[in-house]
Structures are given as C-alpha cells and as structure tokens.
C-alpha cells in the first residue's frame, strides 16, 4: 500500500500521530480503570462504582464497569495492533495519549464521578478530604506528563504532526 494510500497519515512520515495518541489515550484509560476496579474495588473493598444503592446494585455497577473497561482495552489493542501493522504507529504521541489517558480518566473520576454525580467516594468512614486531593492531583500529574510528552512529541514531529 502506497503512503497516499494511506488513511491518516501525516505527509511524508507513514505515521499516524493522531490515530497513535488516540489509540493509546483508550489503552490508557482503560489501564486506570482496571486498575481502580481492582484496587480499591475489590482489595480494597473502599467502594463500588454506584455505591447510592443496595450491595448487589454495587457489585453489578463494578461488573458493568469492567465489562466496559476490558472492552476498551480489547478494542484498543486491536487497534494498536492495527496501527503496528500499517507501520502508522507514532511511539512519541502513543506514549504522550496512555498518560492523558489515563489522567483523564482519574480526573473524571474523581470531579464526575465523586463530586458531581455522588456515584461513590474513594472511601468511607473517614475524612474524604486528603484522599480526594490524592486521587485528583495524581490524575492531574497524569494529564502534566501526557501533556508535556505530546508538546515534545509535536515539536519534534514538526507541527502538522497531529494536522
């Protein structure tokens, strides 16, 4: 397949960056909720998904939520995998997408999903003050990172990188 052939691809390079990013930004937030469903779901026992109803409701709440984490994860190695094939894959703007993926799902969580929707809390029966400035300031330091290393990752890409 010719490089005009290509679909998203950023001129001259066989690259795909936004596609790159975008791919791994899923991977990334898929990777935090697996990891938040696991740890503080059910080592931790802190909480459930919904937590505003009956212990069932709970765990089928944390069931759909892994559910719907496990299929971004399987959709976005599938189309990790894809972009690997077609030589597309831009590692720079991968790595930048996993962690403003991940930030952006921490950050979700703890602002929609703690604050404004009161779908649950990080923990009960104590102060909830120190644990929300954890969650969300390293959901924060997440975004910074991505942040940063997408800034590189364009700058030295050159600035039509994500055109």
């Known amino acids: 397949m010719s490089a005009s052939a290509r679909p998203h691809t950023a001129p001259g390079t066989g690259s795909d960056p936004r596609r790159s990013m975008v791919v791994c930004g899923v991977i990334g937030a898929a990777v935090t909720a697996a990891l938040d469903e696991i740890v503080f779901h059910q080592i931790l026992h802190w909480h459930h998904f919904y937590d505003r109803s009956t212990l069932g409701t709970g765990l089928l709440s944390d069931g759909l939520l892994h559910t719907a984490e496990l299929l971004a994860l399987v959709a976005g190695f599938f189309l990790y995998a894809d972009l690997r094939r077609r ?77």
């Open 87 to 163: 030589r597309a894959l831009a590692p720079a703007h991968a790595r930048a997408g996993l962690f403003l993926g991940a930030g952006a799902f921490q950050v979700f969580d703890g602002i929609v999903d703690h604050k404004l929707l009161r779908l649950h809390q990080v923990r009960y029966g104590v102060d909830v003050t120190p644990y929300d400035w954890a969650w969300n300031l390293a959901g924060l330091v997440l975004l910074i990172v991505g942040g940063v290393l997408a800034f590189r990752a364009v700058r030295q890409g050159g600035a039509r990188s994500l055109s």
